[in-house]
């Protein structure tokens, strides 16, 4: 392997990175304002896999704006779940296992409803993009991964403006902190729920639409993202965003580089075991150590 | 009287904060040792680190001359350390009874056979014989005061850390405790006592710790540390020292 | 919820006639002449009896929700069919799953116990998954095509009925002693408050080990004797997450903490799935997931505790229909 190769799989690494990024967002964004551990996450990013599917076959829609699409639609039908189900469950500052087993078994259901209407076997979004690649001198950079990433990236910096510079994300990053005193200062903190779960969903859903034009799916298709999208949480730390960043640079870069000492079969295996190194060393991920290093100041 | 319980020196950071800064002092033996202060002066810190739910930042503690610094605790109750909690804590999911059960098997004691005679024998010491059966949620705030310290004493502690045990009870409710814990004294138990009620404290102590900021602001008989200037201002401000 | 102890007088005799009796009718229902078929589908229930029950007494006893149960069911599963394909005799080689499985509870729950309940739950499907990739890609185990079990002689049903039924009635028998003990007792302070339990002289992890320990080793037998009834297991299954899914809805369902809930969701779980599998694939599932959405928002006591809840009305509407014949 020569330099172009490393760098090549250094590219490929970050547009891999920026994908997981989205794809986790929404998981920490629920779970920092509700404490809520959302496994249909995994049942709504194989929803909008689908979502994006039926608009490109249907309709010939293109996928990456089928997945822009996909962000309302989305964000309404979280919305609506959380007015169903989420908000019935009791949340508090912590975790808790009810809501937990509640998600289960929404993800249950979803997985399953994804069974009963399109059947289990593989589906892929094929267009002519599918199989070009582009070249920048040395590098080289197949094309979809590169057009996926930019819409990831953008809405992440969307995301990141919303809760810099309006009221909601300001909101937000107030009950993140302290849920009790967010509603004493008058934050209406379960229609803030509301939203914010439908965010979290919405960009579940665009997520992935954007993920099922780099990978063929089966209504199975979010468990796998599903626990990468835990360890990035794990590994950036459960409330931080550029954390989540970080912890999805970090667990791209693992896996893209893996393929240099394992055998592929064994790909899946890095993720689940870096989610268990991850929790255990670091309960509080990455964001947390450099937090531990000012604490004992 | 050698010193049962030793704190020399004892930090604690939170976050940059300090919680305990250089808190020394010693309880001997058979007393009823009073730590007083005004809130957020470090008196639970200070009660959980002893305990072993806590661990501090930096300093010693000796109970029985042993290192105990870092100790869980567990550890804490199979060597004779019990604490009851300011906030109560009981199993909900239990009768009263069966806290007393599993406080009394896990406990120093770890009695085997006897079990039901001890239970019993504890909860009418601790005028609880009448709800030994109910649900422990359904006790009144009183009542679960009274649990937490069966709970101790099922431990067969040497050393006893009550957390505001008479804080949220009347006055009638609070003799009912002081004399009970008059009586645990008398059987030998030391007892480190937490309290904001000053006619409790005034009542019941050999002597008092005063802290005031994580610090430790004196110590003495309480007659002395009632009429104190700098406890007096700690608790009331300038003006009232006066 | 309930207080974990065993009430004294009549309930008690009830109670045990009733296991007894249950005991006796599966027993002797084989021989009977039952048809074959019926005797698989009571096999089938009577493993998940094993793997309810275990599972039960640490995610509900004890209050820590393990999704990832298939690792112990998985290793019990390989380990009894290289042992018997070996020449061990099967029960020798059902111990030894027990002994192995034992040994990874140690191994899982030492760095995973120190998470509280989410972030536990999550752990536990990291660990199975990695090890289900693991033996996927390990060929001497057969990697993803499995690994088949050559046992001599003529495949009698009864005779893994009859062990599964034993092994079962060792699980409900475990699990009603600690529901009375005091051991019990300390999980119950465990689940709720782990802090709590501490300050009084429980150890946390100890007993957190202790009770994964006795679950992981019940659920590795039953997988042992499920891999010598199907004398052909590939990690997909035995490992597969659906089957971890299905280890712990089962007891949920039921009612987790108690005796009979996990018993009763087990032989639910066994028969629907049959019916359904045939006609829905996925639709058990479906069913399930909806059914988990109910319970956990309507009646978090499962079936047994609903059941509860039932029989207080009955009595209550009995005892106003007393006292207005008396007015």
């Not at chain 1, 250094?10 to 967002?25: D, E, K, N």
């Not at chain 1, 990013?45 to 994006?52: I, P, R």
């Not at chain 3, 002994?99 to 899982?108: C, Q, Y």
Request: aromatic share 10%; glycine share 10%; with cysteine.
């Amino acid at each position: 392997m020569d330099a172009a190769d490393y760098v090549n799989l250094i590219v490929s690494a970050l547009l891999l990175a920026g994908i997981y990024a989205a794809m986790s967002v929404g998981m920490t964004i629920v779970y920092g304002v509700m404490k809520i551990v959302n496994l249909a996450h995994a049942g709504f990013l194989m929803l909008g896999a689908y979502f994006v599917l039926e608009l490109y076959e249907r309709l010939n829609i293109d996928p990456l704006l089928g997945s822009v699409l996909a962000f309302p639609v989305f964000l309404v039908a979280g919305m609506l779940v959380h007015w169903l189900l989420v908000r019935r469950v009791p949340v508090s500052d912590q975790p808790t296992l009810a809501s937990l087993l509640l998600m289960f078994g929404l993800w249950l259901v979803l997985q399953n409803l994804g069974y009963l209407i399109w059947g289990n076997s593989d589906r892929s979004i094929l267009t002519p993009r599918t199989l070009s690649s582009i070249h920048f001198g040395p590098i080289t950079v197949p094309t979809v991964r590169l057009l996926v990433f930019i819409p990831a990236v953008c809405s992440l910096g969307l995301l990141e403006l919303v809760l810099r510079k309006t009221w909601y994300g300001r909101a937000v990053r107030a009950l993140m902190q302290n849920r009790y005193a967010g509603r004493l200062t008058g934050i209406p903190v379960e229609k803030m729920a509301r939203l914010t779960f439908g965010v979290g969903i919405g960009f579940a859903g665009a997520a992935g639409g954007l993920l099922a034009q780099l990978y063929s799916f089966s209504p199975d298709f979010g468990r796998g993202f599903l626990l990468r999208s835990f360890v990035i949480i794990v590994l950036g730390g459960l409330e931080s965003f550029w954390g989540a960043a970080a912890g999805a640079l970090v667990l791209a870069l693992v896996e893209t580089f893996s393929i240099l000492v394992l055998p592929a079969g064994y790909q899946p295996a890095i993720a689940f075991s870096l989610l268990v190194v991850a929790l255990v060393l670091f309960p509080g991920g990455i964001a947390g150590i450099f937090a531990k290093k000012r604490r004992w100041a | 009287m050698p010193s049962l319980l030793l704190v020399d020196r004892l930090n604690k950071y939170f976050a940059g904060l300090a919680a305990l800064k250089d808190v020394s002092f010693e309880v001997e033996e058979g007393q009823i040792c009073g730590l007083i202060g005004p809130n957020g002066a470090g008196k639970t810190t200070l009660f959980s680190i002893i305990a072993g739910s806590v661990s501090p930042s930096s300093g010693l503690i000796t109970y029985s001359g042993k290192d105990v610094t870092r100790w869980k605790s567990f550890q804490a109750v199979r060597a004779g350390v019990a604490r009851t909690h300011q906030v109560t804590r009981p199993f909900r999911s239990m009768t009263t009874r069966q806290n007393v059960e599993v406080a009394l098997h896990f406990g120093r004691s770890n009695a085997r056979g006897s079990d039901a005679r001890q239970v019993a024998e504890i909860l009418e010491d601790v005028g609880l014989g009448h709800m030994a059966d109910k649900p422990a949620a359904s006790l009144c705030v009183g009542d679960q005061k009274r649990l937490e310290l069966a709970r101790t004493l099922a431990a067969k502690p040497k050393l006893l850390l009550c957390d505001e045990v008479c804080s949220g009870l009347t006055e009638t409710e609070m003799n009912g405790v002081l004399e009970l814990l008059r009586r645990i004294r008398e059987r030998g138990v030391t007892i480190l006592y937490v309290e904001h009620n000053m006619r409790a404290i005034m009542s019941t102590c050999d002597q008092v710790v005063v802290l005031n900021f994580g610090q430790k602001l004196t110590e003495g008989p309480p007659l002395k540390i009632q009429n104190d200037p700098a406890v007096i201002e700690a608790y009331l401000g300038r003006t009232a020292a006066a | 919820m309930k207080a974990a102890s065993v009430p004294m007088g009549r309930f008690l005799n009830y109670r045990v006639a009733a296991w007894g009796a249950t005991l006796i009718v599966l027993g002797i229902l084989p021989w009977g002449g039952i048809s074959p078929n019926l005797t698989r589908l009571l096999f089938t229930s009577l493993v998940w009896v094993i793997t309810s029950v275990a599972w039960s007494l640490l995610g509900g006893l004890t209050g820590q929700v393990s999704f990832g149960f298939a690792v112990f069911y998985g290793l019990g599963a390989y380990t009894a069919a290289m042992g018997i394909n070996a020449g061990l005799d099967p029960l020798a080689a059902f111990a030894i799953s027990g002994v192995v499985a034992a040994i990874a509870s140690l191994l899982i729950g030492l760095p995973t116990f120190r998470l509280r309940g989410p972030y536990f739950a999550i752990a536990t499907i990291g660990v199975s998954e990695a090890v289900r990739v693991v033996m996927t890609n390990l060929s001497f185990t057969g990697g993803a095509s499995g690994y088949r079990i050559a046992e001599h002689g003529t495949f009698r049903p009864l005779e893994h009925y009859y062990t599964a039924l034993g092994v079962a009635a060792l699980a409900v028998g475990t699990s009603a002693w600690v529901h009375q003990s005091k051991f019990g007792l300390s999980l119950l302070a465990v689940r709720e408050d782990e802090e709590a339990a501490a300050d009084i002289g429980v150890n946390p992890l100890k007993t957190k080990l202790l009770v994964h320990l006795l679950a992981a080793t019940l659920t590795g037998i039953a997988g042992g004797v499920y891999a010598r009834y199907a004398a052909f297991i590939h990690p997909d299954g035995v490992f597969g997450f659906q089957t971890s899914v299905a280890i712990l809805l089962m007891p949920i369902i039921g009612g987790a903490v108690t005796v009979a809930g996990p018993v009763i969701g087990a032989f639910v779980y066994g028969f629907v799935q049959e019916e359904l599998v045939a006609a829905f694939p996925q639709f058990h599932l479906l069913l399930y997931g909806a059914l988990l959405i109910v319970i956990i928002l309507f009646e978090p006591g499962g079936v047994v505790g609903w059941l509860g809840k039932l029989w207080a009305w009955v009595k209550r509407t009995r005892r106003k229909s007393a006292l207005a014949s008396v007015g």
